[in-house]
């Protein structure tokens, strides 16, 4: 809840400073979500979303919207496995970044060390569209440390634009699988 609205009283003549009466009260700070196991999941944009482990997306739709963070952990292949159609919402100007628990650059901080070394996420986004049912159409995206960006899994019609892998060993891995890369930095 948030402390009661304080009305402007005559003046005092004397300076005085705003502040809100909140040291007994409880509360909570939130920097980032712990990204978990879901189901229909919504990426909420502007919010930082740190995978930990493997993380495994079922259900009729996962959302990404326009801004959302993640990072990934170095360990644990942490990753993130899709078998829904995927609605990505990513714009030039509010892409969708995935990278490494340690970048400091974007998104909330995880950790306070800054030492990026190695791959962090084993595979980003691992896409299963012969479960989804449908091909994977991602734009505005820009995924950093990965052993592996982006693998996609059956079906012939994915594509991805307007892309940046930076740092990774392998951008795109394709099983029984054809995709249209348009505008990609590698």
């Known amino acids: 809840l948030l402390p009661p609205t304080r009305v402007a009283q005559a003046t005092t003549n004397t300076i005085q400073i705003a502040k809100a009466d909140i040291s007994q009260k409880p509360g909570l700070v939130l920097d980032y979500s712990i990204a978990s196991s879901s189901t229909n999941v919504v990426f909420t944009g502007d919010k930082t ?73 084993d595979t980003a986004l691992d896409i299963d569209a012969d479960t989804a049912g449908a091909d994977a159409s991602l734009q505005n995206v820009r995924i950093a440390y990965a052993r592996t960006a982006i693998k996609l899994y059956q079906r012939t019609g994915h594509v991805i634009r307007h892309a940046q892998f930076v740092n990774c060993q392998n951008a795109v891995t394709l099983d029984s699988a054809d995709l249209s890369l348009r505008n990609a930095l590698l």
């Open 49 to 121: 979303f740190y995978v930990a482990g493997p993380v495994i997306l079922t259900g009729t739709q996962t959302v990404f919207e326009a801004g959302c963070v993640f990072k990934f952990a170095p360990t644990n292949t942490a990753k993130l496995s899709i078998s829904t159609p995927i609605n990505w919402q990513g714009t030039a100007y509010r892409p969708i970044v995935m990278t490494a628990r340690d970048d400091s650059t974007v998104g909330d901080n995880i950790t306070t060390t800054n030492a990026l070394t190695g791959y962090y996420a």
